[in-house]
Structures are given as structure tokens and as C-alpha cells.
């Protein structure tokens, strides 16, 4: 029962990826102007990522987006590691180990959105 929901989770995470990365790609890398760039079609123009940077959904998409690019490939990194038929006490290190990278990894990246928030509040 348990697999099953980490599992389930996994989906979701993929969908959650599908969806929020699109909407990433869509808003950064594409000259759409309108209400995600409204410095002009240069997405990457400065006024435009702090506009992104500070907008309240788009530092609540990126550390969603975070979460779930962490969960999805670490927990497919410990499904293909299984897959080797290791020691019990050896897949237990991996999951520890998985599980404090995933952590400290999604610590620095929210560090990072809430910089960048506060970064482009005082310019």
C-alpha cells in the first residue's frame, strides 16, 4: 500500500512537471507579449524577469515546479537502483541518501526563488 502511493505520487509529480514546466517554457523562453512579459516581446529582458521574479504565483510555481522535478527523478534514481537487487540495509542508505540530497537540493532552489523574489522587490 505504501509503494502504491509514493507511485501515485510520482504521476502526479510528472503531471505537475508536464503542466508547470510548459507554462515555464511558454512564459521565459517565447516572445509572448501580454501579461508575463509586459516590458516587450524579449522575455528576457530585465523588467520582464522581475516581473516573473517577484509575481506571488509565479515564486509559488517555481518552488512547486522544484518539488516535483526532485521527486519524480529521485524516486525513478531509486526505482532504477533497485532494480540491482542490492542489500537491504544498502537500499536503505540510498533512500537516507536520496532523501537528504532531495531536501538540502530544494532548500538552496526556495532560497533561491525567495532571493530572487526579494532581489527584484528592492529594484
Known amino acids: 500500500m505504501r509503494e502504491t502511493s509514493y507511485w501515485l505520487w510520482f504521476l502526479l509529480a510528472g503531471v505537475v512537471i508536464f503542466i508547470c514546466g510548459g507554462l515555464h517554457v511558454i512564459t521565459t523562453h517565447l516572445a509572448v507579449t501580454g501579461m508575463f512579459n509586459p516590458c516587450g516581446s524579449d522575455a528576457l529582458e530585465w523588467g ?3 516581473y516573473r521574479s517577484h509575481s506571488i504565483p509565479f515564486t509559488v510555481g517555481y518552488v512547486i515546479l522544484l ?23 544498502t537500499e536503505r542508505t540510498i533512500v537516507t541518501s536520496l532523501r537528504f540530497i532531495g531536501i538540502v537540493l530544494f532548500g538552496i532552489g526556495a532560497l533561491a526563488v525567495i532571493v530572487a523574489r526579494q532581489v527584484t522587490m528592492v529594484q
Open 48 to 50: 520582464n524577469v522581475a
Open 67 to 89: 518539488a516535483a522535478v526532485l521527486y519524480h527523478g529521485f524516486y525513478g534514481l531509486k526505482n532504477i537502483l533497485f532494480e540491482l537487487n542490492l542489500k537491504r540495509t
